[in-house]
């Protein structure tokens, strides 16, 4: 059942665990998505970003989502917008059947130009009226992330921007978001850390300043692929040319979790499993030639990387838990604030 994502992360800060968040652009990554949840009995957050919204079409992507809650209607299912740009952008997903969206207010809708304080403010709560109308839960972004993917970020290490812990009490209070994302050092894409990372580029002495001072926010990880050898490996093996590389440890998330982290983005270990799946089929039986030859075992290595990372944030065996709530009635629990 598609529900919204304020329920998921309220039981998740119950039970103390960590909720993920996946990527999707096509019905393959879905499915690896679904069967990890069954498997492991998880709650699930799945997120298409503006570029899988163009690549994949809203319409399709919307029914291969109804598709899934009508298929395991057992697990609470988020339909969440990554990296909304603009009021409009998000606006459209509220309308189309997401139950939750992300306002990235702190870049300019160009999707790279940091924006200012005011402005990430006043476009928040814009969304944040439209979203909470429709029972529709909202994260925000305070501080900037590193990198670029799928177009949309400011580039750089992460480090130039790293969220202000006032300046985060001062956006949640003013805005109401239910949930906020942070900017510690992590970037988007495979090529977050030169090495192993340590506290200099790595802040989570700053995650947990900004859970004390905010002990009641939802956080959000972003970035928060691992990017594990294993996977690098097995694409370069099979011909392929990644750089060494390094991503978020599990520990560091996990000490995360424990400090308030309640939602973890992850895209870039699925695309690094599904690509060395691939690769291997391609590479072992080049006489092949059905898709359904390397997109099975593609499927398959997505759903192994979901699984694990579903166990290891503590969400498994927490999708029965709780009856989800429609979102009507979610919206007059807003509307009665
Ligand atoms: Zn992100």
């Given at each position: 059942?598609?529900?919204?994502?304020?329920q998921l992360l309220d039981e998740a800060a119950k039970g103390g665990y960590g909720v993920g968040a996946f990527n999707v652009n096509n019905m393959e990554q879905i499915q690896a998505i679904m069967e990890a949840a069954r498997e492991t009995c998880s709650?699930?957050?799945?997120?298409?970003?503006?570029?899988?919204?163009?690549?994949?079409?809203?319409?399709?992507?919307?029914?291969?989502?109804?598709?899934?809650?009508?298929?395991?209607?057992?697990?609470?299912?988020?339909?969440?917008?990554?990296?909304?740009?603009?009021?409009e952008t998000c606006k459209s997903a509220i309308d189309m059947g997401f139950t939750s969206v992300m306002m990235d207010g702190s870049l300019m809708p160009d999707g790279k130009t940091p924006s200012t304080f005011e402005y990430n403010v006043d476009v928040?709560?814009?969304?944040?009226?439209?979203?909470?109308?429709?029972?529709?839960?909202?994260?925000?972004?305070?501080?900037?992330?590193?990198?670029?993917?799928?177009?949309?970020?400011?580039?750089?290490?992460?480090?130039?921007?790293?969220?202000?812990?006032?300046?985060?009490?001062?956006?949640?209070?003013?805005?109401?978001?239910?949930?906020?994302?942070?900017?510690?050092?992590?970037?988007?894409?495979?090529?977050?850390?030169?090495?192993?990372?340590?506290?200099?580029?790595?802040?989570?002495?700053?995650?947990?300043?900004?859970?004390?001072?905010?002990?009641?926010?939802?956080?959000?990880?972003?970035?928060?692929?691992?990017?594990?050898?294993?996977?690098?490996?097995?694409?370069?093996?099979?011909?392929?040319?990644?750089?060494?590389?390094?991503?978020?440890?599990?520990?560091?998330?996990?000490?995360?979790?424990?400090?308030?982290?309640?939602?973890?983005?992850?895209?870039?270990?699925?695309?690094?499993?599904?690509?060395?799946?691939?690769?291997?089929?391609?590479?072992?039986?080049?006489?092949?030639?059905?898709?359904?030859?390397?997109?099975?075992?593609?499927?398959?290595?997505?759903?192994?990387?979901?699984?694990?990372?579903?166990?290891?944030?503590?969400?498994?065996?927490?999708?029965?838990?709780?009856?989800?709530?429609?979102?009507?009635?979610?919206?007059?629990?807003?509307?009665?604030?």
């Open positions: 059942m598609l529900v919204a994502m304020r709650p699930v957050i799945v997120q298409a970003s503006r570029g899988a919204r163009s690549y994949a079409q809203d319409r399709y992507l919307y029914h291969l989502m109804l598709a899934a809650a009508e298929l395991y209607p057992d697990l609470p299912t988020v339909l969440h917008l990554d990296h909304g740009n603009s009021y928040t709560q814009k969304v944040v009226a439209a979203a909470h109308a429709k029972g529709v839960t909202v994260e925000g972004e305070i501080g900037v992330l590193g990198g670029i993917e799928d177009g949309h970020g400011a580039g750089g290490t992460g480090l130039e921007h790293v969220t202000d812990p006032e300046q985060a009490a001062k956006f949640v209070e003013l805005t109401g978001v239910d949930a906020l994302a942070i900017a510690i050092g992590t970037s988007h894409g495979a090529y977050k850390f030169s090495h192993k990372p340590d506290g200099a580029v790595l802040k989570m002495d700053r995650l947990i300043e900004i859970h004390n001072r905010l002990p009641k926010v939802h956080l959000v990880m972003h970035g928060s692929s691992s990017v594990p050898k294993e996977l690098q490996d097995i694409i370069n093996q099979y011909g392929g040319k990644l750089r060494p590389t390094w991503g978020v440890p599990v520990e560091e998330i996990q000490l995360g979790i424990r400090n308030g982290v309640r939602k973890v983005n992850v895209d870039t270990d699925n695309r690094l499993a599904m690509t060395g799946a691939i690769r291997k089929v391609l590479f072992e039986t080049p006489e092949k030639f059905d898709p359904r030859d390397y997109l099975k075992p593609a499927r398959e290595a997505m759903k192994q990387v979901v699984a694990q990372r579903m166990t290891q944030f503590g969400q498994a065996g927490h999708a029965a838990d709780y009856q989800p709530i429609p979102l009507a009635v979610v919206a007059a629990r807003y509307a009665a604030q």
